[in-house]
């Protein structure tokens, strides 16, 4: 059954830059698109940034021209560098895959990873 484990995730000081990673366990053989949600305490879980299969991306407004959104098909892999992180981007990221299919028998389904921690100390 197909997976999706993030990675990447700490501390770091505002200012600071991290990279996550969601690798997808087994072979995909379509989606629609993959992105990275974040759910900070006491808020609603909201998208930061997806990639579609075709290669089109779309940001969070808040994280516009700081973070990037990245796709290894080699690799069934998916990155989102964050950059000038703040205080504000504190939450736990989730990855996503969103009509994946494993093989083309397969119906489409929508899977979670298990979230990441990222922390920015101002």
């Known amino acids: 059954q197909m997976q999706l484990v993030e990675s990447g995730g700490g501390l770091v000081q505002a200012g600071g830059s991290l990279r996550l990673s969601c690798a997808a366990s087994?072979?995909?053989?379509?989606?629609?698109?993959m992105g990275w949600y974040r759910q900070a305490p006491g808020k609603q879980r909201e998208l930061v940034a997806a990639i579609t299969s075709g290669g089109g991306t779309t940001y969070a407004d808040s994280v516009k021209g700081r973070f990037t959104i990245s796709r290894d098909s080699a690799k069934n892999t998916v990155y989102l560098q964050m950059n000038s992180l703040k205080p504000e981007d504190t939450a736990v990221y989730y990855c996503?895959?969103?009509?994946?299919?494993?093989?083309?028998?397969?119906?489409?389904?929508?899977?979670w990873g298990q979230g990441t921690q990222v922390t920015v100390s101002s």
């Open positions: 996503n895959a969103d009509g994946v299919r494993p093989a083309y028998y397969s119906a489409k389904r929508n899977i």
């Open positions: 087994g072979s995909i053989y379509s989606f629609n698109a």
